[in-house]
């Protein structure tokens, strides 16, 4: 076992100001098992009475090496792993995954599995954007929106057991389609859910867009310009409430996103209020946008054709000696991807998730690495939170709505 | 695939003025220029050619495979003309050391961070280069090809006292 060393503010010389070596200001830890900070994010507060003079956040200890275990996985056992980066939105992690597998190894998806595909990662968006909101109302004392959060978000967990057996790390979308085809109660169970939400979400509105309390914690804090967001790299909902439009499923639309009609919200202050209307005039859209996937939902086949990188069927494989040597073949060894690199990115809950993907014609990926928007947000903490009390911070960490297994991989 | 024809203009202006091998797979476009010019290409895609985002740098290690063993790659992102574009830099020997391009993009500061962390890659001029995941007396850089996954390693009978010494359980 390693001696614990400890740090001294020496070599913190450069990230604090002057004052904090005459004792005028004070560092404060804050985290990593603070309540507050969403997971195990610890902050280097200095303080000049509650005033924030600066903030050093440190990252890293809900780091898995999960990059590192994907090289020596197989193309499709790693994707396991990408379930456990971002845990609140395991399907938009297997898609982005799924999605780089399939332009390296240039394969087809038949429009049903992308139809399944969009209404999951759209469901998982809505219970990603309920437990953000949940939470940051609760840190901001209101107790009750959490609980009525937790409730509907139950319902799109019970929706993702049905179709793929787990809660939530469900792995169900896979390269070159989904898992299986959807069992006969989904499209009733969706249903059901798209009736009910619209209205749930102006009940949550009603408790908190007029609220005074929540308004004076809120607005004109946190707060950032489309300049700064375009400059540390920041995307999703952040960069939308300062004015720009930017979504990838309008630019660069996968999946088939271009046949559903949604528009992008957006606000223009930039500060905590205006990215929580954001996120929830994004559930509205999101609703929309399953109600139509769910409706155009065309028949046909989940997976792809293509015996040599997507197992068959199992109802084949008492029938056809074919199918049994590939199902052997693509469960032991794997297939052979093509050597070179792509870059896919998603529209994920909290911004652009990417990833990159590195064949070397071998069985195993040769480098995965993710482009998490957690990490890329954790950035802007120290300028959104300077001149704001010790007790914004927590506002800020929250509607920043940072995901530490997204941050530390 | 064919280059999209708006690549043109930032594909001729990096070949005179780098020297830049350029590299198209899938539809996506990598630049390859020799790792002196990063600052200087890097500004000159936030300011002429209007890529406003530096959305990810990451390294890849060639161990063995390449005399120019680590690969850094960026990933440029312009919001105004929806393009992206991918520049990559070879780099030589095992302690490389590159300019950082925090002064252009500040964001790049943490990515920089972290591929020092995961592959020892020196950031001249970098305004905080200290470990960012891993702890701070962590020794190695964890995703070269040359870092073990992990497993525990295997006792023989001619170097099983050294091995049970290293080991962090198995000790009376």
Known sequence: ?409 | MAISAEYQPVIAAFQERFNAEVREFRGEVTLILSSEHNVEAAQALRDEFGFEMLIDITAVDYWLKSPERIHLNYQFYSISQNRLLRLRFPLQGNAPRVRTVETIYPGANWYEREVFDMFGITFEGHSDLRRIVLPYEWEGHPLRKDYPLGYEEVQFTFNADEIRVRKPHPRE
């Open chain 1, 1 to 409: 076992m390693t001696d614990i060393r400890e740090v001294s503010v020496d070599e913190l010389r450069h990230l604090v100001s002057e004052r904090a070596f005459s004792g005028e200001t004070m560092l404060l830890n804050m985290g990593p098992q603070h309540p507050s900070t969403h997971g195990v994010l610890r902050l280097l507060l200095e303080l000049d009475g509650e005033i924030l003079v600066n903030c050093i956040p440190d990252i890293g200890f809900l780091h898995t090496g999960v990059e590192k275990t994907m090289e020596s996985k197989t193309y499709q056992k790693a994707e396991v792993l990408t379930d456990r980066l971002d845990y609140m939105n395991p399907p938009g992690n297997n898609l982005v995954y799924c999605l780089a597998v399939e332009k390296l190894l240039d394969l087809d998806v038949p429009p049903r599995a992308q139809a399944i595909r969009v209404i999951l990662a759209e469901l998982t968006r809505i219970s990603s954007h309920l437990l953000s909101l949940g939470t940051s109302a609760l840190d901001l004392a209101a107790m009750s929106l959490f609980l009525y959060c937790m409730r509907e978000r139950e319902m799109i967990l019970d929706i993702m057991e049905l179709v793929s057996g787990q809660r939530m790390m469900t792995t169900y979308i896979r390269p070159g389609g989904v898992w299986r085809d959807v069992p006969a109660e989904f499209a009733s169970l969706v249903n059901q859910f798209v009736s009910i939400m619209p209205r749930r979400i102006d009940e949550y509105e009603g408790m908190l867009t007029h609220n005074d309390l929540f308004l004076d914690r809120t607005r004109g804090i946190g707060v950032i310009n489309t300049a700064d967001c375009l400059r540390y790299g920041v995307t999703g909902p952040i960069l939308r409430a300062t004015g720009v439009a930017h979504d990838l499923r309008k630019v660069r639309p996968y999946s088939g996103y271009e046949q559903y009609d949604f528009v992008i919200p957006t606000q223009t202050e930039g500060d905590v209020y205006s990215r929580y209307l954001v996120r929830v005039e994004e559930m509205r859209q999101s609703v929309r946008i399953i109600d139509q996937a769910l409706r155009l939902m065309p028949g046909g086949a989940v997976r792809s054709n293509n015996r040599k990188y997507v197992p068959p069927p199992r109802s084949e494989l008492g029938v056809s000696m074919e199918a049994l040597i590939h199902h052997f073949k693509l469960w032991t060894e794997g297939f052979d991807a093509p050597e070179g690199y792509v870059y896919t990115a998603i529209e994920s809950p909290r911004g652009e998730l990417g990833v990159y993907l590195e064949g070397d014609g071998g069985p195993k990926p040769y480098r995965v690495h993710f482009r998490t928007p957690s990490f890329a947000h954790l950035q802007i903490m120290p300028l959104v939170t300077r001149g704001h009390f010790v007790a914004d911070t927590v506002g800020i960490i929250g509607s920043i709505d940072i995901v530490l297994g997204d941050a530390d991989r």
